[in-house]
């Protein structure tokens, strides 16, 4: 069997933690029915921690994260793949604790693959990763409520982020009137230009006056961050406002009361991009290559081989991250 490189993480005795860049063979690849080539990952924040030994993100090591993947079916025991079919893998285990997209080649179950849709390509597939995924998942979800550009402002936080930035990237595509949060000086020019109309810092949607509810300003929002900030725009919704919540960058922890649910009827859905049902996410990546495909996203993505993955972990583990990084294998 081929041997191929992989970015590998090792536990030293010490208890730190090492990455290195190694060849191995598709013979150490877990059982599954479609082995791929991988030519596309794409680098975030859950990476990142696998990449550092986070055992809440990967249990055992040695390992190799990349939890996107883009490739070429090699082998297939599936009557639903064919080789030489273009596929994207995103989520479930992969990356996690099944070798993941920072290696050349992946053994995965049928059911994790997803055919590329037509309109894509697989480096763009990778530019949109878990992130444009999850950001669709979340707009998908405020459009099925009935949320309309004519509705009003939709505010997205941590905007320079992965999810934050394809989310303002696809919700002005959409028509909408885009609200992008940033704690970065540099993020304001850099979310107007992505097609927010607004941008406004942290520390205005971080209320700490301790009141229960605020004056409502907008109908929707994709939150990536939780903590106060999520509780500062619950009571800033509209009535009938509606909020899509996947991350907890500032906190797993929501200091709210029940009054914008009972007063002003606001909604909120958990988004998982992991697990979600496979037809949605089918869904969501057709929308992604056709009539939600924002133009420029070139422009937000620095591409980097395996030798430059080390500095961008560095660097989104500091919160330095704007835009995405692709991994060309």
């Known amino acids: 069997m081929p041997t191929f490189q992989a970015f590998y ?3 030293n005795e010490d208890k730190t933690f090492s990455r290195q860049i190694i060849e191995r063979s598709t013979d150490d690849l877990p059982a599954g029915e479609v082995l791929i080539r991988v030519k596309y990952s794409s680098l975030n924040y859950k990476d990142a921690l696998s990449s550092s030994g986070n055992r809440g993100v990967t249990r055992n090591y040695p390992h190799t994260p990349g939890i996107d993947a883009a490739g070429i079916v090699e082998e297939s025991n599936s009557d639903e793949l064919s080789v030489g079919e273009q596929v994207i893998v995103t989520g479930f285990d992969l990356g996690m604790n099944t070798a993941g997209g920072f290696g050349q080649y992946i053994r995965v179950p049928a059911k994790w693959v997803v055919k590329l849709p037509r309109g ?9 990763g878990t992130a444009g995924l999850t950001a669709a998942l979340c707009i998908d979800k405020l459009l099925q409520t009935g949320l309309t550009p004519d509705k009003g402002k939709v505010i997205v936080t941590g905007a320079t982020g992965g999810v934050g930035t394809m989310a303002v990237m696809i919700l002005a595509k959409l028509g909408f009137a885009v609200v992008g949060v940033t704690g970065k000086p540099e993020g304001e020019a850099f979310l107007l230009n ?3 109309k607004e941008v406004v810092s942290r520390e205005a949607v971080n209320d700490q006056s301790g009141k229960p509810m605020l004056k409502g300003i907008y109908a929707g929002c994709v939150d990536t961050v939780g903590g106060n900030i999520l509780a500062t725009i619950l009571k800033s919704m509209q009535y009938n406002g509606v909020v899509s919540l996947c991350g907890l960058v500032q906190s797993p922890e929501l200091p709210t009361t029940v009054f914008p649910f009972i007063l002003r009827g606001v909604s ?17 990546w057709k929308n992604l290559a056709k009539k939600w495909k924002p133009e420029g996203i070139q422009s937000i993505t620095r591409t980097v081989g395996l ?15 704007m835009g995405r990084v692709v991994v060309r294998l």
Not at 120 to 128: A, G, N, Q, V, Y
Not at 268 to 284: L, Q, V
Not at 309 to 317: C, Q, V
């Open 9 to 11: 993480v090792s536990e």
């Open 120 to 128: 894509l390509r697989l480096k763009e597939s990778m530019i949109f």
């Open 194 to 196: 992505l097609g927010a």
């Open 268 to 284: 909120m859905f958990g988004i998982d991009s992991s697990e979600c049902d496979i037809e949605w996410r089918k869904k969501m």
């Open 307 to 321: 030798k430059g993955l080390d500095k961008e972990i560095r660097k989104i583990l500091k919160g330095g991250q």
